[in-house]
């Protein structure tokens, strides 16, 4: 599951130290923009502190929050919704 996956993204970062990740965090549509953007920053700030617990470090390490500005599916119900509250990890390329 997820925890199997952030696992081994810390596992990665810690073996590679010159590999740095992005952390977006998303929301669904339902509620303001400002209340959106904070459940993305407090989502991609839990993965921050999970994946530095596991090994990765500060520096390689970033939180971004796009609230509801980036939908995985658009649609109007719980089906959608749930595949727009999600954190992504995105290598920039080097």
Do not use: M
């Amino acid at each position: 599951g997820d925890r199997a996956t952030i696992s081994a993204h810390a596992r990665f970062l810690s073996v590679h130290p010159e590999f740095n990740v992005v952390i977006e965090g998303h929301a669904d549509e339902r509620g303001s923009r400002e209340y959106n953007l904070a459940l993305g920053e407090r989502r991609a700030q839990t993965i921050e502190r999970l994946l530095s617990l596991q090994g990765a470090t500060a520096a390689q390490l970033r939180t971004v929050s796009f609230g509801e500005e980036q939908p995985a599916a658009f649609g109007r119900d719980e089906a959608a919704w749930q595949l727009n509250r999600r954190v992504e990890l995105v290598y920039p390329n080097r």
